[in-house]
């Protein structure tokens, strides 16, 4: 009966994963087509929840809502966007990070993007007034346990890495973490006294058998999509909780032949990503190595501020939202990167939506903006031209409108 449970859960999550292959049209055909499937077919209209948050998040969620709605366009397809509080912004409003009006809205929406949480001021609130446990609250209420996470070095940013260009040129690779179990979620935790009378803190990392199953299955199957290598990071030479998670992933193997599984203790891939990264295809982790290991990986691109993610559950909205943090030193300026975020939006399409050829309209065009040469400072060098983060919006939106492909 509990595979049976398992296989079934499978199911419902694999179909965001199964992605129509995406034809190559010319400028011509694309206009064409689209013109004709707004004479024909009435659009397509979905619900998203927006959770710009703190710091830089207004900004960059403000730019990014106007290139989904200009995409979806494109497309036939119709937004309703609802915008909601959250983190410190959620706090100063209502004394709460995750009000429940805010999670009841998550739930009801086809997809929620989220933009930047957290702020110095709120860094000397109790845990339970942080605006991060905004964020995992909401997490746990929508019951997101994967955490797809890209890292892919541009042509048009290569020079941006911090790594020598003959390590960071060609790097592809997604870190699947497991985002609503382990040690950040796992009980007993807390503060306490130990026998000899003195104050300690602790936590807990556990994960049940199903909890590693149904991560390590989104895993294979994003292996199998990609280059057919899938690694597991563990520290399985220490902790119980990785000795188990090593003997379930590796359980799972024989289900997918096609895919080439590794394992790799954590120490050693935090070593392989700066010495040799191109080794990795699509690595899974428990919550807290992926967290860490993602961040690591976020570098190799030349900027944080690139880099999007996918939180997806079994059903119901996915979470989708850059991997960068609030910038409150910057917040306000019109200096962030909005990129990210426009990926993120990407990302809600494809794996969100199943919206794919919107999704593509997305990346083409940031890949088209770079290529033009606007860069923000964080990936800005010499011989582009220097853009805040709106006016990085509106070349993107004129590269979404723009039906010519553009050149990777």
């Given amino acids: 009966m509990a595979a049976a449970s398992i296989q079934l859960n499978v199911r419902s999550i694999k179909a965001p994963f199964n992605l129509k292959p995406i034809s190559k049209h010319s400028p011509k055909l694309t206009r ?37 709605k200009l995409a979806g366009s494109l497309e036939g397809i119709e937004f309703n966007f609802q915008e909601m509080p959250m983190g410190g912004a959620a706090l100063d409003l209502t004394g709460v990070p995750l009000p429940e009006e805010t999670l009841s809205a998550a739930r009801k929406a086809d997809a929620v993007l989220l933009g930047a949480i957290g702020g110095y001021k709120w860094d000397k609130n109790e845990k339970h007034l942080k605006p991060e446990t905004g964020l995992l609250q909401l997490r746990e209420g929508l019951k997101v346990f994967a955490n797809l996470r890209p890292a892919t070095v541009l ?85 119980e909780a990785s000795m188990f998670w090593r003997k379930r992933v590796t359980a799972l193997a024989s289900e997918y032949p096609d895919v080439e599984l590794s394992h790799m203790y954590v120490d050693n891939a935090a070593m392989q990503l700066v010495r040799y990264p191109k080794q990795f295809d699509t690595i899974v982790t428990n919550n807290i190595f992926g967290d860490i290991l993602s961040d690591e990986a976020s570098m190799i691109t030349g900027s944080i501020g690139m880099l999007p993610s996918a939180s997806l559950g079994e059903s119901g909205p996915g979470v989708f939202e850059p991997i960068h943090g609030s910038a409150p030193d910057i917040a306000g300026q019109d200096k962030a990167n909005p990129l990210a975020t426009i990926l993120s939006a990407a990302m809600l399409l494809k794996y969100g939506l199943g919206e794919s050829d919107a999704a593509k309209r997305i990346e083409d065009a940031v890949l088209d903006t770079l290529n033009r040469g606007f860069r923000t400072g964080d990936i800005y060098s010499a011989g582009n031209k220097l853009v805040g983060c709106k006016e990085m919006g509106e070349e993107v939106l004129k590269s979404v409108d723009s039906a010519v492909p553009a050149a990777i």
């Fill in 155 to 239: 042509p048009q940013l290569v020079d941006s890495s911090t790594l020598k260009k003959e390590v960071a040129e060609g790097v592809d690779l997604m870190v699947v973490r497991e985002l609503t179990g382990g040690i950040y979620f796992g009980k007993p935790r807390g503060f306490g006294t130990n026998e000899k009378g003195e104050e300690i803190g602790f936590n807990t990392e556990v994960y049940a058998a199903h909890e590693i199953d149904r991560i390590a299955r989104v895993a294979f199957e994003i292996a199998r999509k990609r280059g057919g290598k899938l690694c597991s990071v563990d520290k399985a030479n220490v902790l």
């Fill in 32 to 68: 064409i087509s689209c013109a004709a499937a707004a004479a024909t077919k009435p659009p397509k209209r979905y619900s998203i929840t927006l959770l710009p948050g703190d710091g830089i998040g207004p900004e960059i969620v403000s730019v990014t809502k106007e290139v989904l």
